[in-house]
């Protein structure tokens, strides 16, 4: 029964969940997040020991996680979420490194974690403050609280 549960397979999206072209360099919108997080690097030279960081952003196909793990663009590794009620497995690869982290691109999920995450992202993204629409931030509480007056944003 766990080997089942441990299966990985390919991270599928919604193409309706796309970032409209032109708008955005990234694909899909990320969600801010204070998540702590275990990175295995998948090598030969691998020590396989654990990393510790913390994910600043996250959407489906990938993540920044801050601190400093050494990696090297193109690095494949294994991440665990460590979400509120469990932990969330997915293989990637790192995208980009720099002084403000590791950008993994995700590129397979374990299966049992795939509705879990996107139950998750759909809370991070429903708490969120502010969101991002045609380039530009309005506080949700904003179009409430204004929803009855002139429209006159001055």
């Keep these: 029964m766990r080997a089942a549960a441990d299966q990985f397979g390919p991270i599928m999206i919604d193409p309706a969940q796309r970032v409209p072209e032109g708008e955005r360099k990234r694909k899909f919108p990320r969600v801010k997040a204070n998540v702590q997080?275990?990175?295995?690097?998948?090598?030969?030279?691998?020590?396989?020991?654990?990393?510790?960081?913390?994910?600043t952003n996250i959407c489906e196909t990938g993540c920044l996680l801050s601190g400093s793990m050494?990696?090297?663009?193109?690095?494949?590794?294994?991440?665990i979420l460590d979400l509120p009620n469990s932990d969330v497995a997915i293989r990637?690869?790192?995208?980009?490194?720099?002084?403000?982290?590791?950008g993994i691109e995700f590129r397979e999920i374990r299966k049992s974690d795939r509705?879990?995450?996107r139950y998750w992202l759909q809370q991070q993204q429903a708490a969120a403050p502010c969101r991002r629409?045609?380039?530009?931030?309005?506080?949700?509480?904003?179009?409430?609280s204004n929803a009855g007056s002139s429209g006159n944003l001055s």
């Design 37 to 55: 997080a275990r990175l295995l690097p998948h090598s030969d030279d691998s020590d396989d020991t654990f990393r510790h960081g913390r994910v």
């Design 70 to 79: 050494g990696l090297e663009i193109g690095a494949h590794v294994e991440v």
């Design 92 to 102: 990637g690869r790192v995208k980009h490194s720099g002084p403000d982290g590791l």
């Design 115 to 117: 509705q879990l995450l």
């Design 133 to 144: 629409i045609g380039g530009r931030r309005f506080l949700r509480f904003f179009a409430r």
